[in-house]
């Protein structure tokens, strides 16, 4: 009970010290940030605010799918609909401090399904490695192929290390499989040991493919970025900037997991990468923008996929 309480407090103590943080930056740079806003002739296109709004809602319809290609090798026997109808309802829970309740939504639902405890736990954490590892798959090759994206060697260096570490973590079953092999022969020769917790193993066929699915969508995402910035006439350090940029602010607020769904940490991470000189408060405006519109679209199809769902779909009926 003492842990769980220092856990809150030291929770709410970090959430103060980044909110005082953002006021610090507010005043100290706010007053630049609304001239800038104030300088840049907004003339937005309809055309193209359209056509970024719709890869915004193609890359998050389809994001579920990972999940629900995990959850059914994991022994998951409930239909792609209904699985989708969770993911989506789901993942109004990453606005909760901590971001448990996004895990413990689906983790709880596939147990209700009759999917072993350890393996309805997997699931979400599955989903999460091999979306980190599409993170890494797109830095790699960003850093590689676009060096102007990061002009410093040590940067680009890191940024090539981080994204092998990320690309492999979700590609390791053969070593898992040794190490749980070596533990399972220690175990054996324990008398009526009967241990039956084995861990579960993605096939690497299937590691591969999430892996890439998540990455084109990060690619759409970026593009869907890019465009919108486009829309409204703000200049930025180019489509590929937008691109890598997009996967790793959100990696970004999931690293500062305190923050509800990373908010003001993934913008200000995207800021960072993809904004040149004076175009800070244009691109800040911008990406907020974009990310009210997401939040838009996350409660629109939270509401459209629960009716997917059995018990939500009882409680509406009650």
Not at 45 to 74: M, N, Q, R
Not at 206 to 234: E, K, M, P, Q, T
Request: aromatic fraction near 12%; charged fraction near 15%; charge should be positive.
């Amino acid at each position: 009970m003492m842990a769980r309480q220092r856990l809150v407090w030291l929770s709410r103590a970090v959430l103060l010290i980044l909110l005082a943080l953002s006021v610090v930056l507010i005043l100290k740079y706010g007053n630049e940030w609304l001239s800038e806003i104030a300088q840049l002739s907004w003339e937005p296109d309809p055309l193209l605010i359209a056509l970024s709004t719709l890869l915004l809602l193609f890359s998050f319809w389809f994001a579920p799918f990972g999940w629900v290609w995990i959850s059914k090798e994991l022994g998951s026997t409930s239909s792609f609909s209904e699985l989708r109808g969770v993911w989506f309802a789901s993942q109004l829970g990453r606005y909760i401090p901590g971001k448990i309740w996004l895990f413990a939504g689906r983790a709880g639902y596939l147990k209700s399904k009759g999917v072993s405890t350890l393996n309805a736990a997997l699931a979400p954490v599955y989903e999460l490695m091999h979306t980190a590892a599409a993170v890494g798959l797109i830095t790699f090759f960003t850093a590689l192929l676009f060096p102007e994206f990061l002009n410093s060697n040590i940067l680009r260096l890191a940024a090539v290390l981080a994204g092998i570490c990320l690309l492999v973590l979700p590609l390791l079953h053969p070593v898992q499989k040794y190490v749980y092999r070596l533990r399972e022969k220690g175990n054996s020769n324990t008398a009526g040991s009967g241990r039956t917790d084995r861990m579960p193993f993605l096939p690497p066929n299937l590691s591969i493919r999430v892996i890439c699915f998540y990455s084109v969508l990060w690619i759409i995402r970026g593009f869907s970025l890019f465009i919108w910035l486009a829309a409204l006439g703000i200049s930025n350090k180019g489509l590929w900037a937008c691109i890598a940029a997009t996967p790793l602010s959100w990696l970004a607020g999931y690293i500062v997991f305190l923050v509800p769904g990373g908010v003001g940490v993934r913008e200000a991470a995207t800021v960072a990468m993809i904004a040149g000189p004076g175009e800070t408060g244009p691109i800040l405006a911008a990406v907020l923008g974009q990310r009210l519109l997401l939040a838009v679209l996350e409660v629109i199809l939270a509401g459209i996929s629960a009716k997917s769902i059995p018990f939500l779909r009882k409680e509406v009926k009650g």
